[in-house]
């Protein structure tokens, strides 16, 4: 059996990948498994992880949850009951793990929602593939230059683990990043020694998030056209600003989630006549009735949230795409995208196909 580890951020298509190298890897006859040893939790609302769901329903797994991913962690996991018990902590995921592998030839290793997660507890990315004996293959997503270097420095924390890394990919590239990521990016990590197996393009269909998902995450009340919850959301603006200030904002942004008081009803009445996917209004202020009136006559969620702007904004951090095993259109995308864009010799000579 061997074992693969997808690390990477958040958003950054980790899973993803690991569903279309899966796919691939299940077409040439082998018996693929997967694994996520710390899974994350957005709320306080217990819920079986989306990842968990689709990548048990594709590769027909015969665990449950509980075994497929054995810890769930939030932002603030570090209570005294957790600590407590965080020495049984890694052979609960050992044993899951040994569970998950056995009369497979390849499992598929999730990584946590940012390769640090689990450090003080020797839970992380890099600690957890020396444990579990798998090979990484980090999924780089670099929007800027700063995170470039992020990545390239969890480069250099694989090599000093003395974890083998079968290549990197990187992905969700926009069409303005793409000259920059194979221009300088890519070479600066060959210059580390570590071969770039693919640089895969944004889609929109399967890494933007849906109006579901941000309320999933905002937890908020659905007052307007509850029904077309499954609109894609591209970009968020933040209506702050006077409707002049604004409206080039809200021209160029498609398929946007718009943020704004419950007393800027001007503000969405004009994003309203934009290409907009929903609108957010914070501080637990209704709108005017002529908002949600035309919202509903325009298909447009309406979603009222009690925090202030700015909270709302920060709880929005951890919104990602999650794809659900249901979506035949999206899992077809995915398979066809990373077999299209990834050099699969490096990835076989590990299997030793």
């Not at 569903?19 to 299940?26: A, F, P, Q, V």
């Not at 509903?296 to 929005?316: R, S």
Request: glycine share 8%; proline share 4%.
């Amino acid at each position: 059996m061997k074992a693969i580890y997808f690390s990477g951020k958040a958003g950054g298509g980790k899973t993803a990948t690991a569903l279309g190298i899966g796919i691939k890897l299940r077409d040439k006859g082998l018996k693929v498994s997967y694994f996520k040893p710390i899974g994350f939790r957005r709320g306080t609302v217990k819920k079986d992880d989306d990842d968990v769901m689709l990548m048990r329903e594709i590769f027909e797994l015969p665990f449950p949850g509980d075994i497929v991913s054995p810890v769930t962690v939030n932002a603030h996991y570090l209570t005294a009951r957790f600590m407590k018990d965080d020495k049984e902590l890694f052979p609960r995921i050992e044993n899951a793990f040994r569970k998950c592998s056995e009369g497979y030839d390849v499992v598929l290793v999730d990584g946590s929602i940012e390769p640090y997660v689990g450090h003080n507890q020797g839970l992380d990315d890099f600690n957890l593939a020396v444990r579990l004996g798998a090979a990484a293959l980090p999924i780089i997503k670099a929007n800027d230059d700063f995170h470039i270097d992020q990545n390239l420095l969890y480069l250099d924390l694989w090599l000093k683990n003395n974890i083998e890394v079968i290549g990197s990919i990187f992905n969700n590239v926009t069409q303005v990043q793409w000259n920059k990521c194979n221009s300088i990016y890519k070479p600066l990590v060959e210059e580390k020694g570590f071969s770039v197996l693919g640089i895969i393009p944004c889609q929109v269909e399967i890494s933007s998030p849906t109006v579901a998902e941000f309320h999933d995450v905002l937890n908020g009340e659905v007052i307007a056209a509850p029904d077309h919850m499954n609109r894609l959301v591209e970009e968020v603006v933040v209506g702050t600003m006077t409707i002049e200030s604004a409206l080039g904002y809200l021209r160029r942004a498609p398929n946007k989630a718009l943020i704004t008081g419950g007393d800027r009803s001007d503000m969405a009445l004009t994003a309203l006549e934009t290409s907009t996917s929903v609108i957010i209004f914070t501080g637990g202020l209704y709108p005017d009735v002529r908002v949600l009136s035309q919202a509903e006559e325009k298909n447009v969620p309406v979603i009222l949230v009690h925090e202030d702007t700015y909270t709302t904004i920060e709880n929005l951090q951890s919104i990602y795409r999650s794809i659900h095993p249901q979506n035949q259109e999206a899992i077809k995308l995915v398979k066809d995208t990373v077999d299209k864009h990834l050099n699969w010799d490096q990835i076989f000579s590990y299997l030793e196909i």
